[in-house]
């Protein structure tokens, strides 16, 4: 990790839905290493200093260049400026920080759970453990209110074509159930469709709001898995 401030460059910047932007940065520093999962501080202008945390969404073997899928909040300094960014504007930041990263364990089944924008990391994830050859079984639990939240469902259905171990469910809270979509959250999905044996040999990765991830936890306790097994990141 470098504490100092470093300096990136925006290569492009755009809305995949009417709040959810993808961001992509080359940093300006040939030094510059990451592991998926983690991410930047970011600066943003203003009177006080001001910085925001933003998790990495591309995987570490891409370095320098870094994604970030972020949710533009309404009067949020951060993902407003930052939603604003032009090719080649400059943006400084520190990091990388977090422990929310792949175990070196790779002989596990996992699960990754994601609300929103926290399908960030857990991408980023995903991408590298499959990328990289893991064989064992991959399933992502992904959640949005509405169905038109949803994002990556291009790049998703691609990594289910490439990789047969790698399996995901839509969940969308507010909405009918039909094809190819469960009528829930994700937390209900897991209690309805996780069996309760043989999980001591699987891992999880959560990310999303608070709620979402203590129900998650128990779901998982419950159902089998380890406490050591169990990784999260928490969106406020």
Do not use: W
């Not at 709040?19 to 930047?40: A, P, W």
């Not at 992502?140 to 990556?152: A, H, K, N, S, T």
């Not at 969308?172 to 001591?200: F, H, P, W």
């Amino acid at each position: 990790m470098i504490t100092n401030d470093l300096k990136g460059k925006v290569k492009s910047n755009t809305f995949l839905t009417k709040d959810t932007f993808h961001l992509i940065i080359e940093v300006l520093d040939e030094n510059f290493q990451f592991q998926s999962g983690q991410f930047l501080s970011i600066n943003i202008p203003s009177e006080k200093t001001l910085s925001r945390a933003y998790s990495i969404g591309s995987q570490s073997r891409q370095s320098p260049v870094v994604e970030f899928f972020i949710k533009k909040v309404e009067g949020g300094p951060g993902s407003t400026y930052l939603s604003t960014l032009k090719d080649d504007d400059t943006v400084t930041f520190k990091g990388p920080y977090g422990r929310f990263t792949l175990s070196q364990n790779i002989n596990k089944s996992k699960i990754f759970v994601s609300t929103g924008t926290g399908l960030s990391p857990n991408y980023a994830m995903i991408k590298e453990y499959l990328e990289n050859g893991g064989k064992y079984g991959v399933r992502l639990i992904f959640g949005v209110r509405f169905l038109e939240d949803l994002f990556l469902i291009k790049e998703l259905d691609e990594l289910t074509q490439k990789y047969p171990n790698f399996s995901y469910v839509k969940t969308v809270s507010r909405c009918e159930e039909k094809a190819g979509i469960y009528s829930g959250r994700v937390t209900d999905y897991l209690s309805q469709n996780m069996g309760s044996k043989g999980n001591e040999n699987t891992e999880a990765y959560i990310c999303g709001n608070k709620d979402m991830i203590l129900e998650a936890r128990e779901i998982f306790q419950d159902k089998g898995l380890l406490k050591e097994n169990i990784h999260f990141e928490q969106f406020f």
